[in-house]
C-alpha cells in the first residue's frame, strides 16, 4: 500500500470519528430530555428518581399550552399554505419563465435562510409597525412565510427539474395553453414535492422562535409559550414532557416529508420521457 494510499485511509477514519463525536454531542442533549421528561424530580439530574408519566398529564386541561397549541397551529397551516404557493410559483417561473426577473425573485426568495433570525424579526417589527398591523397573528403568519419561503422553493425547485422537460414541451406542442399544461401536467406530477413542502413549511412555522418574539401580540405561539415557562424551575419537567411530544410529531412529519419527496423524485428517474 502507498504512503499516499495509508495517509487517505488514517485521514478518513480520523474525518469519520470527528463525525460521530459531533453527532453524539449533537444528539445527546436532544436526547436527555425525552429521559428527564419521565424522571419524577423536578431537578434535571443523576441519578433518576423514578419513573412517572405525571408530567405528561399536566399538559392537560391548561389553557394557556391550549391557547398557545392552537396558534401555533392556526399559524402554521395558513403560512405553510402561503409559503406552499409561493413557493411553486416562483421556482416554475425560475425553471421555465426563462427571465432574468423570475431568476432574480427565485435568488431573493432564497435569501431569508442566509440572514440571521434576530435581523429577519426587528426587520419585519418595523415594517408591520409601518404599515399599521403592529405585532400580530397577521404579522406572525407575513414573517413565517418569509422564513419558511426557502424551504419550499428548494423542494419545488428540485422537483420541477427533475421533470423532464420533454413533458411539458409535448404538452405545449399538442396546443395546451402555459397555465394548462402547469395544472394539468406539471402539478399532478409533483404533488408528491407539494405536500412535501407543504410539511416542512409547516414544521418550520411551527417550531420559529424568533420571528415570534418580536411579532407577537397578545396571542402567544406553542415556542413562546414554552420560553415563559422556562422562568419558574418547578415548570421545567413540564417543559420537557412537551418538548418530547414536540420532537416527536416533528420528527415523524419531517420523516413522512422526505418520503414523500424521495418519492416523487424516484419515479421522476424511474419514468424518463
Known amino acids: 500500500m502507498s504512503v499516499a494510499r495509508k ?6 477514519r480520523w474525518l469519520g470519528l470527528y ?3 459531533y453527532l453524539v454531542f449533537l444528539y445527546l442533549a436532544i436526547l436527555l430530555i ?3 421528561s419521565f424522571n419524577d424530580s423536578i431537578q434535571a439530574a443523576f441519578p433518576l428518581q423514578g419513573f412517572t408519566l405525571g408530567w405528561y398529564e399536566t399538559l392537560y386541561g391548561n389553557p394557556a399550552l391550549s391557547g398557545a397549541l392552537a396558534n401555533s397551529l392556526v399559524i402554521g397551516v395558513i403560512a405553510a399554505s402561503g409559503a406552499t404557493l409561493c413557493g411553486i410559483t416562483v421556482s416554475y417561473m425560475d425553471l421555465y419563465g426563462r427571465s432574468p426577473l423570475a431568476a432574480t425573485i427565485s435568488a431573493a426568495a432564497r435569501l431569508p435562510i442566509l440572514i440571521p433570525g434576530v435581523i ?3 426587520s419585519l417589527l418595523i415594517l408591520v409597525n409601518l404599515i399599521g ?3 400580530s397573528r397577521i404579522a406572525i403568519v407575513l414573517g413565517h412565510i418569509l422564513v419558511a ?3 419550499t422553493v428548494v423542494v419545488m ?3 420541477f427539474a427533475a421533470i423532464p422537460k420533454t413533458i411539458r414541451e409535448a404538452a405545449l406542442d399538442l396546443g395546451a395553453s402555459d397555465w394548462t399544461t402547469f395544472r394539468r401536467v406539471m ?3 409533483s404533488a408528491p414535492a407539494v405536500l412535501s413542502a407543504f410539511m416542512l413549511a409547516f414544521l418550520t412555522s411551527f417550531d420559529e422562535f424568533i420571528v415570534v418574539f418580536f411579532l407577537a401580540g397578545t396571542q402567544p405561539t406553542l415556542p413562546l409559550y414554552i420560553w415563559s415557562q422556562l422562568r419558574f424551575p418547578r415548570s421545567l419537567p413540564t417543559v420537557m414532557a412537551l418538548g418530547t411530544a414536540i420532537l416527536t410529531v416533528s420528527f415523524i412529519i419531517a420523516a413522512l416529508a422526505e418520503i414523500l419527496r424521495h418519492r416523487g423524485l424516484g419515479a421522476a428517474r424511474r419514468n424518463p420521457a
Open 157 to 159: 425547485r428540485s422537483r
Open 19 to 21: 463525525v460521530l463525536a
Open 149 to 151: 419561503l426557502p424551504t
Open 34 to 36: 425525552p429521559l428527564f
Open 120 to 122: 429577519v424579526g426587528i
Open 133 to 135: 398591523l403592529g405585532p
Open 7 to 12: 495517509e487517505a485511509n488514517a485521514g478518513g
Open 187 to 189: 402539478l399532478p406530477l
